[in-house]
């Protein structure tokens, strides 16, 4: 992918008021017509106020909030009563409150002026952020607006001129190890969901992160948890974040070690990912999985399983530490938790995308097989058959196992792995004009990892062509490459002309 040109609000205000002027239009057909022409222009408009007004914004509820705040910041700062730190909580609040507007449009428009407002210095220069260190509620309701406002280059450009690593990383400094207290917890979670959003598609920010060791503060707060797997803290340990926390930090994790930011042109990613890894996160994730396993809540805490899959698919970005993780036992934890939590789409996504990086390992992909894993992705297309991100990432696991695996392949056919590959691709084409509900194009990704398990399962094992082609497969490629030519034409090709067919190009 390539980065989309950006669009500064000088240049989309001048598109308006030239709209106005030379073709007498309304303000609002003025700035409908604007967005149209740069959106064909394929032009990036995040971060653009789409009104007449434009960059006039002082009268905007989101500046004035942002503007009180940045006062009462202000004031806090030459004389920290508890008056006035109340008052920067209810500024925090009153912002909060802007940011959170019903209607989607005005949430968005919020979010932009209260960034050119400065909310996200006035954020990060908040008592409770930068110096307080007991009041686990103001300190949280800061932290949970930087979330709402991070969500563009610019704020990202912000946080990182406004010294937000050093500032987030003091504050885990103060509230984690020997700091640590009642609402460490809280802290730590608000303080993870603010890292991840500053250093998503942004890669000076993630480098950063690492570079100041923030990922050790955050693998040192997850290795709380994981140092009880067998249910909880024993007497006088330190009491593990709640599931949600561990979920953000685990969502922190995962963003340093993802390759996001289109902008540079090159990632630090692999290398973020091995730092971590070599940090103790391993064993940190492991941990976090074999307590869950073993929690009592009997479908555990699935949006926490998915964030610890979905953080290790990341950070296993060679053999060396998917064999190590393995080793732990990370192999059998996963396959567990995945088994445990399969009523949930988003386990059995995250979950079957961490088994597919983790197969990339040979001997993986054996121990995978050998622990029933053909049939468990056989239940996992079964039971989300109307989602294409489990079915993507189960195809795909499949895939794997049988890549250059004659034997895996044929224990494949035997295990009904025909049917459930067909069954999704029916499920793509039933899906596809409309799109699945969790991805309206999915149905794509989903046809290409079929198309590649159909081609990869007679490959090397031609005494199988007969059994594929008897379950109906030949139309299904075929159709499969006709509606989604850019993403299955190459490899239905290749799935047609591995099954015996001279047309397999047409």
């Known amino acids: 992918m390539v980065a989309r040109k950006r669009v500064t609000q000088e240049s989309f205000d001048e598109a308006v008021q030239e709209n106005i002027a030379e073709f007498d239009m309304t303000p609002d057909e003025a700035v409908k017509s604007a967005v149209e022409e740069f959106e064909m222009q394929g032009a990036d408009l995040a971060g653009i106020i789409r009104t007449a007004e434009g960059g006039n914004i002082d009268s905007h509820p989101a500046a004035l909030a942002a503007h009180r705040l940045a006062a009462v910041v202000g004031a806090v700062c030459d004389a920290e009563s508890s008056e006035q730190i109340n008052a920067e909580a209810e500024a925090c609040q009153q912002l909060l409150q802007v940011l959170r507007s019903a209607n989607k449009e005005a949430r968005a428009e919020a979010v932009t002026v209260a960034v050119k407002a400065g909310a ?152 973020n990912g091995r730092t971590i890894a070599n940090a103790g996160a391993l064993e940190a994730m492991y941990g976090i999985l074999h307590w869950e396993n073993n929690t009592e809540v009997a479908a555990g805490h699935p949006d926490l399983v998915a964030a610890v899959c979905g953080a290790m698919r990341r950070i296993a970005v060679n053999d060396d530490i998917c064999t190590e993780f393995a080793d732990l036992g990370g192999l059998n934890a996963t396959m567990q938790a995945v088994r445990k939590g399969m009523g949930s789409a988003a386990v059995a996504r995250s979950g079957f995308g961490l088994l597919r990086q983790l197969a990339n390992s040979d001997a993986i992909k054996n121990t995978i097989v050998g622990q029933d894993g053909l049939e468990l992705i056989n239940t996992a297309v079964a039971a989300h058959i109307d989602c294409a991100g489990p079915l993507e990432q189960a195809l795909g696991l499949l895939v794997s196992l049988m890549l250059r695996n004659p ?73 499969a490459k006709v509606a989604h030519p850019a993403t299955c034409d190459d490899v239905g090709a290749a799935a047609l002309r591995d099954l015996g067919f001279d047309d397999y190009l047409a």
């Not at 400094?173 to 700091?179: H, I, K, P, Q």
């Not at 997850?222 to 969502?251: I, K, T």
């Open 120 to 271: 996200v210095r006035a954020l990060l220069s908040c008592h409770a952020i930068t110096k307080e260190a007991d009041s686990v509620d103001n300190t949280c309701l800061a932290l949970s607006a930087l979330p709402i406002v991070l969500v563009s280059d610019d704020a990202r450009d912000e946080f990182s001129a406004a010294d937000g690593v050093e500032t987030l990383a003091s504050l885990l400094d103060r509230w984690t190890g020997a700091n640590a207290r009642p609402g460490t917890g809280d802290v730590v979670g608000a303080s993870a969901a603010a890292i991840e959003a500053a250093a998503s598609k942004h890669e000076n920010n993630k480098c950063a992160f690492v570079d100041v060791g923030v990922h050790m503060r955050l693998i040192s707060a997850a290795a709380v948890a994981s140092g009880s797997p067998n249910g909880g803290p024993g007497a006088g340990e330190p009491v593990p974040p709640p599931p949600s926390a561990l979920g953000a930090l685990c969502g922190a994790l995962r963003s340093f070690a993802t390759a996001d930011d289109l902008r540079p042109s090159t990632s630090r990613a692999f290398q």
């Open 407 to 479: 034997g895996v392949a044929e224990r494949a056919a035997a295990a009904g792995c025909i049917d459930t590959v067909l069954d999704a691709m029916r499920a793509a084409e039933a899906f596809g004009a409309r799109g699945f509900p969790d991805s309206a194009v999915g149905a794509q990704w989903v046809q290409r990892q079929a198309c590649m398990a159909l081609r990869n399962m007679v490959a090397r094992n031609p005494e199988l062509r007969p059994a594929v082609l008897e379950k109906g497969a030949e139309p299904f490629l075929r159709r």
